[in-house]
């Protein structure tokens, strides 16, 4: 723990020390010359108060003795918003285009550096909370087909809904098949899908669940 306050430590001194570019916007758009990267990109690169993600990361890793793959996450919670630019070209099969560069600047290396403790403490909070509100969805959405498995009788694809109906789709049928039709207006006949209840008390005992 002391040898990883003392590297954090160094890292502390030396990026207060330097200040960064607020706003590079004011280079302008555009591919610089030389390489297939954005002159904003190639200024943050000149910048001696901003560091690539990849470089944090890995300078991070460095002073913390922590994986590579904790410390990204470290970092991208403490700065949900990086900066990024435009650098290098994405391959076809990831959808093509330009690939974005992400920058920390002195100031967010510094805050990290600072609350390095906490923001591992933070995160894992983050995590276990999220993931106890995942298992209690999934649980919920079980406790719910459950439900409709023996209080309600599965509909498919009809012109007309029931009185009592929880509704879990509705489609249309075009020239190439069928297509989700939620939010869409076309001249087509819409069929529904989902659950038909008995009675409306059974319908209201259904929507329940979701105040449990």
Known sequence: M????????????????????????SVGGGIDNCKFASNRHEDACRDEGKLT????????????GCNI?????????AVP???????GLLPKTYG???????FLNSKE?????INWNDLMEKLNISKATAK???????????????????????????TSTPTFFYETNREM????????????????????????FESEEKEREFYCFNYQ
């Open 132 to 158: 106890t509100a995942e298992e209690e969805k999934k649980n919920l959405e079980k406790r719910r087909l459950e439900f409709l498995q023996v209080n309600a009788k599965k509909i498919e694809r009809v």
């Open 109 to 113: 290396i510094c805050n990290i550096s």
């Open 69 to 77: 793959d904790i410390v990204r996450e470290v970092i991208q919670y």
């Open 53 to 64: 993600l990849g470089k944090a990361c890995q300078m991070f890793k460095n002073a913390t």
């Open 173 to 196: 049928n075009g020239k190439y098949g069928w297509f989700d039709s939620f939010g869409k207006d076309y001249n087509l006949t819409e069929y529904f899908s989902g659950w038909e």
């Open 2 to 25: 002391k040898k990883r306050e003392n590297k954090l430590g160094k890292i502390i001194k030396k990026y207060s020390e330097i200040s960064h570019n607020e706003d590079n916007y």
């Open 81 to 87: 918003n990086m900066e990024w630019h435009h650098a």
């Open 96 to 102: 093509g285009g330009m690939k974005k560069t992400y």
